[in-house]
């Protein structure tokens, strides 16, 4: 596609159901990243694939949150025994190649509201 | 650790006005990346500009201008002669330079509301 795609854009969840957030990256491009975004904050990082390989994990908030992208395109973020917390949109952004030069591209994020 | 200080959370200008957004960061890296996005009430983010940290020199693209200053560890942004559909969050963002492991993960400023009215 044209751009980076995410699905769904809202998502209800029940405290203590598991969700999962698909994002679909630019076609070719090698970096994908996810972030979480707090209502009226900055997205923060949360893990990031090159091509199908997980290099950093370190924003993940907890073992509840788990991300593949096991062909090295298509990315899930899957989160697990959901809890009010978890509220945020989630961004997921691609880029054609690693380094800092590399602009990265955003979709347009899944609202996530546990209740 | 890297961080980016975005101190005003709101700025309401009538349209025609210029407003200036600020950006203050911290890094112990030589080598970085500086970007600002717009954030629509649709939701995503939309890259306006990228400057590395050896780059000084001011940019202006349209009604956009950026004014980067490494020793004070500022990389500020001016829209001039604002107009309604300039109504968005915006953010500062720093990436360190790595070419393995951790990519070029942003990190965020709390953001900057900008309202135009007409």
Not at chain 1, 67 to 86: F, H, M, N, Y
């Amino acid at each position: 596609g044209a751009g980076v795609s995410q699905s769904p854009r809202y998502k209800v969840a029940k405290r203590g159901q598991d969700v999962a957030l698909r994002c679909d990256p630019i076609s070719g491009h090698v970096s994908l990243f996810w972030y979480q975004q707090a209502l009226g904050q900055g997205p923060e990082f949360l893990t990031y694939f090159q091509n199908e390989a997980q290099l950093d994990k370190s924003g993940l908030p907890s073992d509840r949150f788990f991300a593949e992208r096991p062909e090295g395109s298509v990315s899930t973020l899957k989160i697990q025994r959901t809890q009010q917390e978890d509220s945020a949109v989630y961004l997921c952004a691609s880029s054609l190649a690693p380094g800092g030069y590399t602009e990265a591209f955003f979709g347009q994020g899944t609202r996530l509201t546990v209740v | 650790a890297q961080k980016v200080t975005q101190a005003q959370t709101e700025i309401s200008v009538v349209e025609k006005e210029d407003v200036t957004l600020d950006c203050v960061y911290e890094t112990r890296d030589t080598t970085y990346y500086l970007f600002w996005y717009k954030q629509p009430p649709s939701g995503e983010l939309v890259f306006l500009i990228r400057r590395n940290s050896f780059d000084e020199q001011n940019e202006i693209s349209g009604r956009y201008s950026w004014n980067f200053q490494k020793s004070t560890s500022s990389f500020n942004f001016t829209i001039t002669a604002s107009q309604v559909v300039d109504s968005a969050v915006y953010f500062c963002a720093l990436s360190e330079n790595k070419w393995e492991a951790a990519g070029n993960k942003l990190t965020f400023g709390g953001g900057t509301r900008v309202l135009v009215k007409p």
